[in-house]
């Protein structure tokens, strides 16, 4: 804080901390000289009157002032020092899980801070991408809440995306999806097909773990749906919080649009994450 910003803080707190303004007045008043004009004299003050008084009063109160400050920055300090042993314990733990995705990536993770997309153990394409106009979609304004998804889920199916296309009239997604397992039920087929709306491309040869809704469609369309690497990691919006534990690795993720939210809001968590958000669901 520079030396105006500490003089105008006390100055605000000085006038907020007088107990009776007008008895102070009063005080300054009797010591001022006889005035010959008829106005009240606390109109007619300048800095010159008065001055052995006021200057003792302000020093006093900036004095008293000052050492609540300086008391309330101490703590401060204090309260910054305690905390910051657990925020580097956590983040020693954070750069220990990168550099073991690291080691299992082949040593192609680009950052100890973040992960990019591009770097993860994924294919990397755009076979259904590329012929998307995203103007044409969105996710309507809604919130991510992971509570209501979970009562709007009737199946969490593990899925690879076999084609895809944008319909020309409607402007929605068509997608053929495989089913390779079924979390928490049982559903008697092989492939499915999925209309949605949302901007967020569920891509070629890319395997996902979708919760759909009892008629087969997506339980939500405003946020990336959770996509499985080649590693068995899950790459999750941070709206899943029951995914987000502490081995999740902050990921930038592929923008899908000015109006995406999530692009920097992505993580990379274990597989085994997955049953705990099914436990969780289950027993709903």
């Known amino acids: 804080m520079t030396k105006k910003e500490i003089e105008e803080r ?7 901390n007088i107990p009776d303004k007008e008895a102070l007045w009063q005080k300054i008043e009797q010591n001022l000289p006889e005035q010959t004009v008829s106005q009240p004299v606390r109109n007619r003050i300048h800095m010159s009157a008065g001055k052995g008084f006021l200057t003792i009063a302000a020093c006093l109160l900036l004095t008293i002032t000052g050492m609540q400050y300086l008391k309330t920055n101490k703590s401060e300090n204090m309260l910054s020092e305690s905390s910051a042993a657990p925020a580097a314990e ?9 550099a073991a995705i690291s080691e299992e990536a082949g040593g192609t993770v680009s950052s100890p801070e973040i992960l990019n997309y591009q770097d993860l153990n994924i ?22 809440s992971e509570d209501e998804i979970l009562q709007d889920t009737r199946f969490f199916i593990d899925v ?10 409607s402007g929605n ?3 053929t999806l495989q089913i390779l397992d079924v979390y928490g039920g049982d559903l008697n087929l092989s492939e499915i097909t999925l209309e949605t709306s949302s901007a967020y491309i569920l891509e070629q040869n890319h ?5 759909v809704t009892a008629d087969l469609n997506l339980a939500y369309e405003c946020a990336p749906q959770i996509e499985k690497t080649q590693d068995e990691n ?26 995406d939210y999530f692009y ?13 958000l099914i436990q969780k669901w289950q027993k709903l």
């Open 173 to 175: 997604m068509h997608y």
């Open 207 to 211: 395997e996902y773990v979708l919760p």
């Open 264 to 276: 920097d809001r992505m993580y990379l968590t274990k597989n085994l994450n997955l049953d705990l």
């Open 234 to 259: 899950l790459i999750i919006p941070n709206g899943w919080y029951t995914l987000m534990q502490s081995n999740a690795i902050p990921v930038l993720y592929t923008s899908y649009g000015k109006d």
């Open 10 to 16: 006390l100055y605000q707190e000085m006038h907020q």
């Open 90 to 98: 956590i983040a020693e733990e954070a750069n220990n899980d990168q």
């Open 160 to 169: 690879k995306i076999l084609s895809g296309y944008q319909d020309t009239e």
């Open 123 to 144: 294919i990397h394409n755009q076979t259904i991408a590329s012929q998307v106009n995203l103007s044409r979609l969105g996710t309507h304004g809604e919130y991510f």
